[in-house]
């Protein structure tokens, strides 16, 4: 964070390098043009370029809680590009509209801050987490097509609504497995094809993550199989 902060900075002074860098006011700000620094009553900062009092061109903005963006701004509002980093260490990276993340982004959150459950015994049990997600965005939500990478290795790319796996995808999984097909809240449900390691691939109905309606499986030596199908089962072959 530091690192990214550092260029930023320099990024800055290149930008504001005729203008002299101005620590304002109250009695100067509100209508102040240039390359300045103004910390509020708050404890917060900006700094960065200016238009008639307003945050205008390029700055960074330092929130008392930790928080940090810098980046594009247009009449106080963060428009255009820019990096947001959340005090958490958590970071989103892309476009901007009015303040929101919207169009092409990339979130990358601090692993320090991925969920951790454990047995009854206290033993860890393996946790997915997402570890980036490269996307649409619509109102600061994974809206649109985007890619997610997971903490055990699987990987996802299709469309999302709010955050949640919704409509077309393909999920690859880490140990070979491969579906492509329809996904409702999260989950593999309506038409698909799951593609296993092995060869064998299964094409048909899905329900909540499971096999679960019409179906044919078509085994790796060749076999076909076709009827209808529970839980992965064959509760029903066609004549």
């Known amino acids: 964070m530091k690192k990214l902060l550092l260029i930023f ?64 701004w247009n009449q106080d509002k963060r428009t255009g590009k820019g990096t947001f980093i959340w005090a958490n260490g958590n970071k989103y990276e892309g476009d901007f509209i009015d303040s929101v993340g919207n169009g092409k982004g990339k979130y990358l959150p601090n692993p320090k801050n991925f ?19 490269e996307g649409d965005y619509v109102n600061n939500f994974w809206t649109g097509y985007g890619i997610a990478e997971y903490s055990n290795g699987d990987k996802y790319e299709g469309e999302w609504l709010n955050n949640i796996r919704e409509g077309k995808g393909i999920y690859t999984y880490k140990n070979g497995d491969k579906y492509t097909g329809n996904f409702i809240k999260n989950l593999k449900s309506g038409k698909g094809k799951l593609e296993y390691k092995n060869g064998t691939v299964y094409e048909g109905e899905f329900s909540e993550d499971i096999i679960k309606g019409k179906g044919k499986k078509t085994y790796s030596n060749g076999e076909v199989v076709e009827g209808n199908w529970n839980d992965g089962k064959l509760i029903e072959k066609n004549k």
């Open 115 to 133: 969920k951790v459950e454990t047995d009854y015994y206290g033993n860890k049990k393996e946790t997915i987490n997402i570890i980036s997600y």
């Open 9 to 72: 900075l320099i990024i800055l002074s290149s930008v504001a390098f005729s203008e002299e860098m101005t620590k304002l006011n109250d009695s100067n700000v509100k209508s102040f043009t240039g390359f300045g620094i103004y910390y509020y009553s708050n404890g917060e900062k900006y700094e960065g370029q200016w238009l008639k009092g307003q945050k205008n061109g390029v700055g960074a903005y330092y929130w008392n809680n930790g928080d940090v963006y810098s980046g594009d």
